[in-house]
């Protein structure tokens, strides 16, 4: 497997001539953020990635963690690496400074937790979930419960986990069966919940989880859900793990790829019932646990995109070294590296082009969310809030997807190296392939923007979006590269079929959602193309106006990102009028199917 080296000069050039850092850092809060901290920040991520975490990552993937008597032992390496991740303070990058975090912008959080996504996803996959239970605790606990738990999970000398999933209930929470029943100052909780990712392991002396369970007589459906938080070690009185609760892992499940993440089914309350202290009000369980989820949401979308950097890396240095055939028009000529060949380019480019233009719209929607968090000015607060809602499930479906596809195209470049698990290429398939189901699948991601993020506000949030690609298209027409111009074009058509699709979606969501939800993921992946294609548009636009003021240090880079946003409006761009034309007119063989003749074995 290729080392890992984390894209610095790719994630500096988005962060400060794209989505725009300064802005950012002049935000109330946000005053610390400053390129040369955000810069040494960035550096000293890259080398833990490098030398700590990727080492790791195909290791972990054939030394999957073990479960003997409810104990869970990760894979050599991986609980010394997370020792030293926490002492390096990288958990706190993020949080709020009054429980022990840097207070760092999510842009400049977002960007390290590409690296470490990319360097090793399953490594990763612990801070993530340990960061949404913090802004779930943040969000809604007591002064008491916030100064119990927060610090140490903030520092990460205690992580945090998500229990949602049950056998019986799945993506439908209103199943969930788990009994919380009152015990004085506290609840004793009795279940099982699976898909517990880090649910059990050897980082920390201690593990938080936040469960959702019903209390007796609460209303049946989503409205009878009260969210609850539950230590392995409930804490004692100078707040260090005290005495063994009532929850145990009782095995591991054995999965396609992320092997070196412990994936736990938890049973709770085999004895006298797990202690748990019931978190916000009764019965809003699932909206608390929503504010994790989006957090969740987020950070997988991102994980979409890192996945396909490790991919497009693994790729790119095979190509380069992979000698065979000859080169198409060269008479004579001897043997050259694969990257040479005209469809080898196209897939590599491919791989760059999707990762670049996902990166970008990941990072746009971590600067919404702290514009949301931290503008002075409320009406400043709210756009950016909805905007941020409207894209989480784009960053999250889009990227997700995305990653499969580029996972693949890398191992084809392989060819049947590829195949061959020796070389690393199948593991990042095998690993990308969660990212499209956990945290909703991306059915479930399309349907919540069609119902949630479209429908609701009549499509006010997707318009003003539509508004500003319209902005950048009239910076486009200024230029006079042949390349912008044939970036604009695609651009132009994209939107035009984007704000077609958003109109009929409100005009038939409202006379029947079925028509409207069947082309949902359609739907879904015209935001991400055209979205992404206004991405790749700023970027080319930004790399421009450096050439044009003769930067001549950076200059192949830059000329590079004007020929990649070229590449993906001819290659990603001009595929918009195609799901445009499924969003509007793919409802009839949908729903016109009879499950008793088509779907016949």
């Keep these: 497997m290729t080392d890992y080296s984390a894209p610095l000069r790719d994630i500096r050039f988005l962060m400060s001539e794209v989505v725009g850092l300064n802005r950012i850092a002049a935000l109330p809060g946000f005053e610390l953020a400053t390129a040369e901290l955000v810069d040494a920040v960035l550096e000293e991520a890259g080398k833990f990635a490098k030398n700590v975490l990727g080492p790791l990552n195909q290791p972990g993937d054939t030394n999957a963690p073990t479960l003997a008597d ?7 390496g991986f609980a010394d690496a997370y020792a030293q991740f926490v002492v390096a303070g990288w958990n706190a990058l993020g949080a709020d400074p009054e429980y022990g975090g840097q207070g760092l912008p999510r842009l400049v959080a977002a960007a390290v937790d590409e690296m470490w996504q990319s360097a090793n996803l399953a490594f990763g996959l612990c ?6 239970a913090i802004e779930a605790l943040h969000f809604c606990g007591t002064e008491a419960q916030k100064a119990t738990y927060l610090p140490k999970m903030v520092e990460g000398s205690w992580t945090g986990t998500m229990n949602l999933t ?5 993506s439908d929470l209103s199943a969930v069966r788990t009994r919380a029943v009152p015990d004085g100052d506290h609840f004793r909780l009795f279940g099982t919940k699976i898909y517990i990712t880090y649910g059990e392991h050897d980082y920390t002396d201690n593990i938080v989880h936040l469960v959702l369970a019903r209390l007796p007589n609460a209303p049946e459906g989503v409205k009878g859900i009260s969210l609850f938080v539950v230590p392995k070690f409930l804490p004692d009185a100078e707040g260090n793990a005290g005495t063994r609760n009532d929850v145990l892992c009782v095995s591991l499940e054995h999965k396609l790829g992320i092997h070196s993440s412990p994936t736990a089914v938890l049973a709770y309350g085999d004895n006298d019932g797990a202690v748990g202290f019931l978190l916000g009000e009764p019965n809003r369980g699932l909206e608390y646990m929503f504010v994790m989820m989006n957090a969740a949401r987020f950070a997988v979308g991102l994980q979409g995109v890192a996945i396909g ?7 790119l240095d095979y190509a380069r070294g992979r000698v065979q055939g000859v080169e198409v028009g060269v008479r004579g000529g001897g043997k050259v590296a694969i990257i040479h060949h005209p469809d080898i380019r196209r897939m590599l480019m491919m791989m760059k082009a999707t990762t670049e233009a996902g990166r970008a719209l990941a990072y746009t929607a971590a600067a919404a969310l702290d514009i949301a968090a931290n503008h002075a000015d409320a009406q400043h607060q709210r756009n950016a809030q909805a905007r941020a809602e409207l894209l989480i499930p784009v960053v999250k479906g889009w990227c997700t997807e995305n990653s499969i596809e580029i996972a693949s195209l890398g191992i084809q470049i392989h060819g049947g190296m590829g195949f061959i698990e020796a070389t690393g290429a199948a593991q990042h398939l095998r690993d990308a392939r969660i990212l499209t189901i956990y945290e909703g699948t991306t059915g479930i991601q399309a349907n919540d923007l069609v119902g949630r993020k479209i429908a609701r506000d009549g499509g006010r949030a997707a318009r003003d979006v539509i508004s500003d690609v319209h902005q950048t298209l009239a910076e486009l ?4 590269n042949p390349d912008l111009a044939a970036v604009r074009a695609a651009l132009a058509d994209g939107v035009e079929h984007l704000t077609g ?6 005009g038939s969501y409202a006379t029947d959602p079925r028509i409207a939800l069947a082309g949902a993921v359609p739907l879904l992946h015209l935001f991400g193309t055209v979205l992404g294609g206004w991405q790749m548009s700023r970027a080319a636009l930004a790399a421009q106006a450096l050439l044009d003021k003769g930067d001549n240090e950076d200059r192949d880079f830059l000329a590079a990102k004007v020929n990649t946003a070229r590449f993906f409006a001819d290659h990603s761009l001009r595929r918009a009028s195609g799901l445009a034309y499924s969003v509007m007119h793919g409802a009839a063989g949908v729903l016109a199917l009879n499950e008793d003749v088509q779907f016949a074995a």
Excluded: D
């Design 127 to 132: 801070p993530l979930l340990t960061r949404g």
């Design 501 to 506: 699709a958003v109109a009929w979606v409100v």
């Design 70 to 76: 409810g104990v869970v032992t990760t894979g050599a």
């Design 477 to 480: 027409a200024k230029a006079e």
């Design 166 to 170: 049950e056998p019986q209930a799945g």
């Design 309 to 315: 950097e490790r991919a497009y890396q693994q790729a």
